[in-house]
């Protein structure tokens, strides 16, 4: 049974160790986690403004999202990680159509992950989510984005 509930402060910490699990092949290759991860105050004031959730599978937190809506009919999801054990078990899936569900008002959803995490981009893509453009933020360093985005229909 996969839920997803609004992360409290008591959930900082477990979401900040199961990010820095779930995000650690980034810091392998990229030499650093996304802007943040490592920081219990950061997770901390994510939480506080609520629209970080953790994900739960059978009582378990088994990862984080955070979707934080852009516009009236914009949202964009700036982190989405799975602790390492749960992963392949459908989980993320099921997360991804639970968020969807908690803002039925969002016609237009947003997110950016690294050009060479190949896994993620089968996931979003098996979603409906379709490759828009790519940034780099700094033109020494070889590390780009992919943006993706997916287009629905207007459940309200």
Do not use: C
């Amino acid at each position: 049974m996969v839920s997803l509930e609004l992360a409290t402060l008591e959930d900082a910490e477990i979401l900040k160790l199961i990010s820095m699990d779930a995000f650690s092949p980034d810091f392998e290759q990229y030499g650093s986690y996304p802007p943040g991860i490592e920081s219990l105050t950061w997770h901390a004031s994510e939480v506080e403004k609520g629209h970080y959730y953790k994900i739960v599978n059978n009582d378990k937190v088994a990862g984080g999202m955070l979707a934080v809506p852009a516009h009236d009919s914009d949202i964009e999801i700036k982190y989405f990680f799975i602790a390492k054990e749960f992963q392949n078990r459908q989980i993320g899936s099921t997360a991804m159509h639970l968020i969807e569900a908690k803002y039925p008002s969002m016609t237009v959803w947003n997110l950016v992950t690294p050009s060479k995490a190949y896994r993620n981009h089968h996931f979003y893509e098996k979603l409906g989510y379709l490759k828009i453009g790519e940034s780099q933020l700094d033109l020494n360093k070889e590390f780009k984005f992919f943006e993706y985005q997916k287009t629905k229909q207007s459940n309200g």
